[in-house]
């Protein structure tokens, strides 16, 4: 799904459901495709989600992601999504 809002400040929040139990991964990606956070990595139930994506935090430690476009990416079994989204300051 797609984040909201989108361009965001400094917060942007991401919804996605899953039909079946599965191992989820969200990732999200600079403008070269470097990873710069991982959000969820873990197994979960059936049901839906929403996962929130801080430009100043990443991984409970204080960041500061520079305004441009990034990307993530929603794995679960054999499902894969990709997304851009827009960070301004």
Request: glycine share 6%.
């Given at each position: ?17 899953l039909p079946h139990d599965n191992f989820v ?13 991982t959000l969820v990595n873990e197994y979960k ?28 990416t929603i794995k679960a079994g054999n499902y ?10």
């Amino acid at each position: 799904m797609q984040n909201y809002p989108n361009p965001f400040n400094p917060v942007t929040s991401i919804r996605y459901d899953l039909p079946h139990d599965n191992f989820v991964t969200i990732r999200v990606y600079d403008i070269l495709g470097k990873e710069v956070v991982t959000l969820v990595n873990e197994y979960k139930q059936a049901g839906r989600y929403l996962v929130s994506f801080n430009a100043r935090l990443a991984g409970g430690q204080a960041v500061n992601f520079s305004s441009g476009i990034y990307s993530y990416t929603i794995k679960a079994g054999n499902y894969e999504y990709s997304r851009r989204m827009t960070l301004l300051k």
